[in-house]
């Protein structure tokens, strides 16, 4: 009977931890959520990454025939741009940027768990088309007339494509609205625009780009939706169509988003450099206003996609310049990274590995993307693996190792413990290994001729060597990630014992315990200057030597609290009330796009448009009950 009833009591305890998280709108645990969600999405992606390799891995391959091929490839791009990039950034998002900016929580924090689900419910309806054996095969671009017509693609794969990125598209749009109004008006007080961390300034202009960006994928998605479902011929130049609109609309979002990816890692670099040098960062005044130029310019190069579909002379002279001008400000950020580093007192600790080798990564992508702006060296290299080297650097080498030293950094504010600083060694040296084993060869093999998106090749074509090379890389690329798992899972074992500032930080976030009460900030702090907790730390937030013993000066500066995240709420502090009506909004808009699916079968046609409308009630009732709601709970319900 005692067992049974400590066995009932474990589940009741199971149970209400589980509610816990559905229903919570704590920007800390959707962070969580968002960072461990995509952690699964990379390897199921890079899963599907190495299926292609092996493939390739040496000529006239067997292991996946060209559908197959074509549909891993198709998943594989678009899953780890829109599943594991973008959400892997917005959970940096949550975890560091109401923190960084001395705020209690995100200005809408049920918004921000409706972007949550809404990622989530997305991302796995698009996986689920493997499910029904009709994965999307038209490329991560899903080129017209290639996506657009059922005469090429007639199976509903396209359709999960389509109505996925929608949902996905809702999610970024909805954070990136929150984040730019947290950032607009919940800062500290002191802490003007200029006095505002990196990171944050390059959220905050992601959080734009977004918001700019998105609508013309949206508007593309819907053309595309109407191609498909009503026969309409937006694409079609049979009977008026255009399919060049479509890469015009792909890429007017599709040059936005490189940025939209690499401009936190960009903002996480520009946070770890000055830690652990022991120093500011060099020229943070122009490290801001170049990602706002940046951001400006990435509005005016997408047609570099679209040198060979005959735009003519004019046209690609002005967007093979106005791509030149961008690597203005891209270098601007390196130079004042590097300098960052001079003569500061260099402390490679894993995330200092990481950041460092993301500066090199960018500077290896940089150099091949301005070729890409040479119109004549572009006709050369267009749909060959160069163009696929060159992009891997920049998504893979830059931003995900960016975002690998954020995780670094940021681990012990989020769980109160500190990765294991050998494991973390062997995860850097593994993935910087293989990320150049990798890529670094496909421009060889892009020069020499290979096209991307081919399922296989001739022994004569003399790829075989070089192909096998890459392939040899991916795996060790893909072993090391397991590392991260390996290493997470052992510091997960042991206590808690990360203090407040691990790292001797320099922003408010690391004022606080590791990892935060519920309530962030027991007094909302007063900002003084950039590097706010350096400046209370030291006074004028200039270089400290290595040699400086700093204990007893952190000691003195960190603010002591009442209530380090245990009992009731401190007096005045409000916190949101957990909410199942955003998971509920999430699935019934997620309905809707699955009954556009089913309506495109031939088997499940029928019940496609009843399943429509069952998840547009439940959008309205979910929504209605949103508003009703309250939004504060009561100070006595709350316990951090």
Known sequence: MAEAAIRLEQAGYRRSALVEWLTTVDHKKIGILYYWTSIVYLLLAGFLALLMRIQLAQPDMHFLGPKTYNEVMTMHGTMMIFAVAMPLNAAFFNIA???????????????????????????????????????????????????????????PG???????????GISSIAGALNFFVTIVNMRAPGMSLMR????????????????????????????IMFDRYFNTNFFNPLHGGDPVIWQHLFWIFGHPEVYILVLPPMGIISEVLPTFSRKPLFGAPFVIFAGIAIAFLSFFVWAHHMFTVGLGPVPNALFAASTMLIGIPTGVKVFNWLATMWGGSLDFKTPMKFASAAVWMLMMGGVTGVMHATVPLDYQQQDSYFVVAHFHYVIFGVIVSGLLAGTYYWFPKMYGRLLDERLGTWHFWL?????????????????????????????????????????????????????????????????????????????????????????????I?????????????????????????????????????????????????????????????????TAMAAGMIMHGTETLGPLGFPIVGLGAFVVFFGLLGWHFEPAIEHEEAHVA
């Open 97 to 155: 940027v109401p923190l960084m900016i001395g705020a209690r929580d995100v200005a809408f924090p049920r918004l921000n768990a409706f972007s949550y689900w809404s990622f989530l419910f997305g991302s796995l309806l698009m996986w689920s088309s493997f499910l029904f054996g009709h994965a999307p095969d038209a490329g991560w671009f899903g080129y017209a007339n290639l996506s657009s017509s059922r005469l090429y693609s007639a199976g």
């Open 158 to 168: 396209l359709d999960f494509w389509d109505l996925g990125l929608q949902v996905l």
């Open 196 to 223: 505002m961390p990196v990171y944050v300034w390059m959220v905050l202009i992601t959080a734009i780009l977004i918001l700019l960006a998105f609508p013309s994928l949206t508007v593309g998605l819907f053309m």
């Open 431 to 523: 993935t910087f290994i293989g990320t150049n084993l990798t890529f670094f060869p496909m421009h060889f093999v892009g020069l020499d001729g290979m096209p991307r998106r081919y399922f296989t090749y001739s022994a004569e074509t003399g790829w075989g060597t070089w192909n096998l090379v890459i392939t040899i890389g991916a795996f060790i690329l893909g072993l090391a990630q397991v590392l991260l798992l390996i290493n997470v899972v052992k510091t997960m074992r042991q206590p808690a014992t990360a203090s407040a500032d691990p790292w001797d930080g320099r922003t408010l976030e690391w004022t606080i315990p590791s990892p935060p009460p519920a309530y962030n900030f027991a007094v």
């Open 525 to 589: 702090p007063t900002v003084r200057g950039r590097d706010a907790y350096w400046i209370e730390k030291y006074g004028d937030g200039h270089h400290v030597p290595a040699a400086t013993d700093t204990t007893q000066r952190r000691e003195v500066h960190e603010p002591r609290h009442d209530n380090p995240g245990h009992g009731p709420l401190p007096p005045g502090v409000h916190l949101p009330k957990p909410s199942w009506w955003p998971l509920i909004v999430s699935a019934g808009l």
